[in-house]
């Protein structure tokens, strides 16, 4: 069943007068004033949403339509109206814009207030000589397109499936005025899709004077898969359960969604699909009744769309007319960042064996570069995706001495490979750094699927055009002292940062390994006041996902950001590979880890900036002379056949289980610098 509009004519509400003797009057000083639309939630906002097909006429009489073949490849439907003050702000700006790509946008100015004079409008039209002015007197273009306000844009591409709905820019909004936009939405949007790309921002609010609708339900059709069913899926599922793709099965065509409606009313009634395991806080509820997009990355089903596929799958799954249908999806087989100026893969295929568990591989690879580079986006593709679990990669920096694992981990992360994250990209002005002489340690976690192959990953990178003005950091938030007992169903383990300097966090990776159950990210600032920044009550094993904010939050020196973590030792948990062992920290999927990624960066610090207070830095700063004296005498107390390293065979046995997480170049062997790290834990 879907929503549509009714519109109510005559009720258009302008606040910028309410909102000028708010602004000027101090009632709203408590909280900051957020200069420019929201990012939305595209689903919720209507994006790849079908249109119906409808007629118009313009201002002069001539007839339009909407249909499925317009000679543009886009129609871009631009609300304004000439009584309202940021629309007639807008005007010269619509006017440039609909300039631009002649032949392949159709821009159409819509103007939905009755009471609007006429000869004003054939003023506004004259000024727009590019596009099509329309007096929608009766609201039925507006009705049909869900606009929201009379500065709102809806791109509809030839398929009638909307592709953007927000915002023009930044420039104009209630109580603001800039001399020139930061934010260009609309033609940020219109060159990435002329380019086949999506673009990077979909959905906004758009600051204007409202309309007014009654919301009344249609009943008169059915959910259909060419209307309505093959739109969810694109949105959803597609980037996965395609031919080629990672998931099990395709959904690409109508036979295969019918021929799995069972498994997908399963697993989209228990929400294990799609992935997505992010709960709102308190804080977010608030802000996501109004559909404000809280992650950028949020691949979660709205409601609508969830009741819609159910209803669908329940029923006797009705096709529809094969001319709504949406423009089928293509993927590339390249590369999603565009052509990389720099590829690394491995030199050599990895086996992977058909059956059993295969323990973490690593693979290290020379750069080679001979200066250091600020890296725009990054790109990670394994050769054999259908076996490879995820993908870490850490760096080993020049003059850093020689890191254990989990000290790459915790203060190395780089880029990581999950199914349906496999690219780390960047806004202009921030960027990640590489080194020179920089060494990209790949941990591999390989799943077998009951066929012997082989993978050779790779990775790509973009380097940025100029130095950045913020460097990207991601800093791991961890408890190595970590003691799950046996049988235990719910044990909780934490780890905290007190934050030396202001920060402004990016987003949150956390990481767990098989009895990972739950985990939340919490901030606790200067005065005891708590937030609960990420809450994911059922964390899943297989979904290493990055959770990104829409708009990064900034945190004060002194705020301690806090990780909790659950686990599940007991019988109860499948996954669990002995629910009577007391379990502590390790590498293996066996072992168990609390570790808290957040991706951050530091305001007014320059990039390449190094920072301090590592937990190696610390390790080497606390080591007293006699510590030294104690361990090289116990090393070589150890070294029987005097070659000056370690064999796993020449530690004690309570300690050879532990002999990977410290041998850091994977030669099997253990060097003195290698074991001073060993035996200081």
């Not at 909280?31 to 949403?49: F, M, N, Q, T, Y």
């Not at 490849?73 to 005007?91: D, E, H, I, V």
């Amino acid at each position: 069943m879907t929503l549509t509009l009714q519109f109510r004519k005559h009720r258009v509400f302008c606040l910028l007068g309410v909102a000028f003797f708010v602004l000027s009057s101090g009632l709203l000083r408590a909280e900051p004033i957020r200069r420019g639309p929201k990012p939305l939630k595209p689903a919720a906002h209507g994006i790849g949403r079908l249109v119906r097909a409808f007629s118009f006429s313009d201002i002069n009489g001539k007839p339009h339509a909407l249909d499925s073949e317009p000679n543009e490849r886009f129609t871009a439907f631009c609300f304004t109206s000439t009584s309202c003050p940021l629309s007639r702000k807008y005007l010269p700006t619509l006017a440039k814009i609909s300039q631009e790509a002649p032949g392949r946008v159709r821009y159409v100015l819509v103007n939905p207030i009755e009471s609007d004079n006429k000869e004003n409008m054939r003023t506004a039209a004259q000024q727009a000589s590019n596009a099509i002015y329309v007096h929608d007197s009766d609201g039925k273009i507006s009705q049909y397109l869900h606009a929201q306000t009379t500065t709102d844009v809806i791109v509809v591409d030839t398929h009638r499936t909307v592709v953007y709905h927000g915002a023009i820019d930044d420039q104009y909004g209630f109580g603001y005025t800039r001399a020139q936009p930061k934010q260009h939405f609309l033609q940020d949007a219109i060159q990435s899709l002329l380019n086949g790309q999506q673009p990077s921002i979909t959905a906004t609010d758009a600051p204007g004077c409202d309309l007014n609708y009654d919301a009344a339900l249609d009943t008169a059709g059915l959910t259909t898969y060419h209307g309505e069913i093959s739109r969810i899926l694109q949105r959803n599922c597609i980037e996965c359960h395609r031919k080629g793709g990672i998931g099990p099965f395709a959904l690409d065509t109508y036979e295969d969604v019918v021929a799995h409606a069972g498994m997908i009313q399963t697993v989209v009634t228990n929400k294990t699909m799609p992935p997505w395991f992010a709960e709102d806080s308190k804080s977010n509820k608030a802000s996501n009744t109004n559909h404000q997009l809280i992650w950028k990355n949020d691949r979660s089903l709205t409601t609508d769309d969830r009741n819609d596929l159910l209803a669908w799958v329940q029923s006797d799954h009705p096709q529809g007319k094969l001319a709504d249908a949406p423009n089928p999806i293509t993927f590339s087989e390249n590369w999603q960042i565009g052509k990389p100026d720099r590829i690394w893969k491995f030199s050599e295929p990895i086996p992977v064996q058909a059956t059993g568990v295969m323990p973490y591989q690593y693979i290290t690879i020379d750069t080679h570069l001979d200066e250091s580079k600020w890296i725009q986006a990054i790109e990670i593709q394994p050769g054999s995706p259908e076996v490879v679990h995820h993908v870490i990669i850490t760096l080993q920096v020049p003059g850093q001495g020689n890191q254990s694992p989990d000290e790459r981990e915790e203060d190395g992360l780089w880029a990581g490979y999950v199914p349906g994250q496999s690219v780390w990209k960047y806004p202009q002005g921030f960027a990640r750094h590489l080194p020179k002489g920089s060494r990209l340690i790949f941990q591999m976690h390989y799943t077998p699927n009951g066929i012997a192959t082989t993978d050779q990953t790779r990775v790509g990178v973009i380097f940025a055009d100029e130095f950045p003005e913020h460097e990207v950091r991601v800093k791991g938030l961890s408890n190595h002292r970590i003691r799950i007992p046996p049988n235990a169903r719910h044990h909780r383990e934490e780890a905290s940062l007190r934050l030396p300097v202001d920060a402004t966090l990016l987003g949150f990776l956390p990481h767990m390994h098989l009895r990972g159950s739950a985990c939340r990210y919490e901030v606790i600032d200067t005065t005891g006041n708590q937030e609960v920044l990420l809450d994911i009550p059922n964390y899943d094993f297989n979904w290493q996902l990055l959770y990104r904010y829409a708009e990064p939050r900034t945190f004060h020196e002194g705020d301690i950001i806090h990780f909790t973590a659950w686990f599940d030792n007991s019988a109860e948990n499948p996954a669990n590979p002995d629910p009577t062992q007391t379990v502590r920290w390790g590498q293996q999927t066996f072992d168990e880890m609390l570790l808290g990624y957040v991706e951050y960066y530091l305001p007014g610090v320059p990039p390449g900036t190094p920072l301090t207070g590592t937990r190696s830095q610390k390790r080497k700063e606390n080591l007293s002379p006699r510590d030294k004296k104690n361990f090289k005498a116990i090393f070589l107390r150890l070294d029987q056949d005097g070659d000056h390293a370690l064999h796993k065979e020449e530690l004690p046995v309570r300690l050879q289980s532990r002999f990977e997480n410290f041998d850091s170049n994977r030669d099997g062997l253990l060097s003195y610098e290698e074991f001073q790290l060993f035996q200081k834990q």
